[in-house]
């Protein structure tokens, strides 16, 4: 990931939930793969509130990492419990985790996207206790600190006080989300800001919006494309409208 980080800018991660999506995106233009709590939570039929169990997660990323040996980023929620987060960390650096984000909000969070949501943000030196119990166990996996201010209705210059105490708790790189719809203004005047007084890797997650050429952003996730092609693609076949992949077609992914 550091490597890539190198050698491309910006890095573009697409979400896999499978063995089968990891294959996917693996032959695909893609340089990373996104392990995301919504779409490994909704391929259980279960809502994103931190229900999956850390095991069943790691299950499901063992899948992509023997898929795939491109960079892995795993959203890993609120990082749960203070006393816990080392444990994870190195847990997923051993089963080959490129990049763990942990985002800025209280166990159990409840999606950023879902509409009408109230979100609560932990405590700014909290969540740095965490970003330092991760960083102090990391060997060279990546500790992305999620800004959850712009979710939770707060400002932009909340953000930036938030992303400056994470960089200085050790944070590797910074991830800043947004629900805006269509325009990037918000993200953008962050990430104006941000780069004026910080060096490290920046990452946006435009899902409601778009980023316009020549955006400042290190990595852009796709964070769940994959799933819900799928989804739209099951139902239209529950409707006998789908055009269906070929059995062989299966063969040529998995053998
Ligand atoms: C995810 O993919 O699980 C994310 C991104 O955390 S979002 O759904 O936009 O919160
Ligand atoms: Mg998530």
Redesign the pocket.
Known sequence: MRKLLNEKRPIEAMEAHSGLSALLVHNSKYDAVWE???TDSAIKGLP?IELVSEDSRLATIREIRMATNKPIIV?W?TGGQLEHIAHWVKELERVGVNAIVIEDKQFPKK?SLLEDASHSMEDVDVFCEKIKRAKSVAKDIMIVARIESLIAKRSVYDALIRADAYVNAGADAILIHSKEQVSATEVLEFAERFKENHKIPLIAIPTTYTLPEGHQFDIVIYANHMLRASLKAMQEALEGKAELASVQDIFNIVG
């Open positions: 995301s709590s919504l994103d959203d929620d999606n």
